[in-house]
């Protein structure tokens, strides 16, 4: 098979798997289905408290470090959901080819109010994001998989994903903190420069 006839193969299976998946959602994700309502509120309940409680003067400092985690378990999430690792079979709609819910809401809202409370209170926020890690990957991804909202396959365990959690937030923690580090570094040197 030549590069063009592989590029066409790969393109009809993608159009067959779309059709698939629209067929699928239709059947168990839709809206008259359960799933469906519980994929809305486990985005809005999230969305609404970080609306009353986010700290409004720290609000550009939070949205960056939460959208640092939303970028990074969502392309977590969409390489494990290609590889059938762990798959979220009822999703908000159908295009969307991971879990909307999880790995684009509730975790990152998650980790923005521990990172919240942690910088508003001196707390350490390694400590702090291991045991939110652990409610995420020992309690609320066992809970998603016992109602059918979760599937890990190939060896996936619970432990990976608390252990994903962690990399992520840690690495969004030290992304946060180095762009304030530039953001002082350059306010000096704007000041000594005038």
């Known amino acids: 098979m030549?590069?063009?006839?592989?590029?066409?193969?790969?393109?009809?299976l993608k159009d067959a798997l779309d059709y698939?998946?629209?067929?699928?959602?239709?059947?168990?994700?839709?809206?008259?289905?359960?799933?469906f309502w519980f994929n809305w509120i486990s985005v809005l309940i999230p969305l609404i408290l970080l609306y009353?409680?986010?700290?409004?003067?720290?609000?550009?400092?939070?949205?960056f470090f939460g959208f640092a985690i939303?970028?990074?378990?969502?392309?977590?999430?969409?390489?494990?959901?290609?590889?059938?690792?762990?798959?979220?079979?009822?999703?908000i709609f159908y295009l969307f080819p991971t879990s909307l819910t999880i790995t684009t809401v509730v975790l990152p809202v998650g980790f923005?109010?521990?990172?919240?409370?942690?910088?508003?209170?001196?707390?350490?926020?390694?400590?702090?994001a291991i045991i939110m890690s652990a409610f995420f990957g020992y309690v609320l991804a066992?809970?998603?998989?016992?109602?059918?909202?979760?599937?890990?396959?190939?060896?996936?365990?619970?432990?990976?994903?608390f252990l994903i959690d962690i990399a992520v937030a840690y690495l969004a923690y030290w992304l946060t903190n180095g762009?304030?580090?530039?953001?002082?570094?350059?306010?000096?040197s704007s000041k000594q420069a005038g």
């Not at 030549?2 to 009809?12: C, P, T």
């Open 2 to 12: 030549n590069e063009q006839e592989m590029n066409n193969k790969i393109l009809h």
């Open 20 to 35: 698939y998946r629209q067929e699928f959602w239709e059947l168990t994700s839709s809206f008259d289905t359960w799933q």
């Open 52 to 63: 009353i409680f986010m700290d409004r003067k720290r609000v550009f400092e939070l949205g």
């Open 70 to 91: 939303h970028v990074m378990w969502t392309n977590i999430d969409t390489v494990l959901s290609m590889k059938n690792v762990l798959i979220t079979p009822h999703n």
């Open 112 to 128: 923005m109010f521990i990172y919240q409370y942690c910088e508003n209170k001196g707390k350490n926020y390694y400590i702090v």
């Open 142 to 161: 066992p809970t998603f998989e016992a109602i059918g909202m979760l599937e890990l396959r190939a060896g996936m365990r619970f432990t990976y994903i």
């Open 179 to 188: 762009f304030w580090l530039l953001k002082r570094q350059g306010g000096k």
